[in-house]
């Protein structure tokens, strides 16, 4: 049973459209993760949230971590084909060592 | 350049064959750990170092073993490899190990089993 639960698991659209990635837990975490991962490639992170509501942005990409700290979500505006990968969400447990659950991921194709 | 380097890239297999993974990192990192991706179930973490001669079980240990001799290698052994095994893995570091800690990955083992 996973930990976190991304959705949806798949995602094509055409560029320019918006999207939004949703990653759910009823576990707390003390901060989540957000990497992409393209083929052939190991997962590179994209941001850190830490505070229940935090909200961080990354040009086009916006990053929210519930106020809970049990959920987050990822939106990108105006999507452009440099965006198609697989995004992952991973909690961090507050467990030092075993540091990270990773969600099952989503996997994006933005298509011009 | 910083970086986490796996070797091999790809690997084909018979079940039993002992074989061994290598990672190693130029980061001076104490923090390293193996992870293993299958189709929709993420990156689940197999073992993890917290520092040299440092190593605990993670979520899939089983049919797994790793060693931390050096702070730089974190070799992922497989004694007795089995079908279920085949996966792509991944060998990860940070600069220590505790939560927000930036995970600098490898480019990944493809790994089959046969």
Same mark, same amino acid.
């Given at each position: ?112 | ?8 890239? #790809? ?23 193996? #992870? ?7 990156? +689940? ?22 060693? +931390?001799?050096?702070? +730089? ?15 792509? #893995?991944?060998?990860?570091?940070? +600069? ?19």
């Amino acid at each position: 049973t996973q930990l976190l639960e991304q959705s949806p698991q798949f995602l094509s659209i055409q560029e320019g459209e918006n999207l939004t990635v949703y990653c759910n837990s009823s576990s707390v975490f003390s901060s989540l993760q957000w990497y992409r991962q393209e083929p052939g490639e190991g997962p590179v992170l994209l941001v850190t949230v830490v505070t229940g509501g935090e909200v961080k942005k990354l040009k086009r990409l916006t990053f929210q971590f519930g106020d809970a700290r049990k959920d987050s979500s990822l939106h990108i505006t105006a999507a452009q084909p440099g965006d198609t990968g697989l995004y992952l969400c991973a909690g961090a447990r507050n467990n030092a060592g075993n540091m990270l659950t990773f969600g099952g991921g989503t996997r994006l194709m933005v298509k011009p | 350049e910083a970086q986490v380097t796996q070797n091999p890239r #790809y690997l084909i297999t018979v079940t039993g064959k002992k074989l061994t993974v290598t990672c190693s990192q130029n980061m001076n990192h104490e923090y390293m750990s193996w #992870y293993r991706q299958d189709p929709g179930l993420g990156l +689940r973490q197999i073992y993890y170092s917290m520092n040299v001669e440092v190593t605990d079980k993670g979520d899939v240990p089983e049919g797994y073993k790793v060693s +931390r001799k050096e702070k +730089r290698n974190f070799p992922l052994i497989l004694e007795s490899p089995s079908p279920n095994q085949t996966s792509l #893995y991944f060998c990860a570091s940070s +600069r220590r190990g505790s939560d927000n800690e930036k995970l600098f990955f490898g480019s990944g083992t493809q790994l089959s089993v046969l």
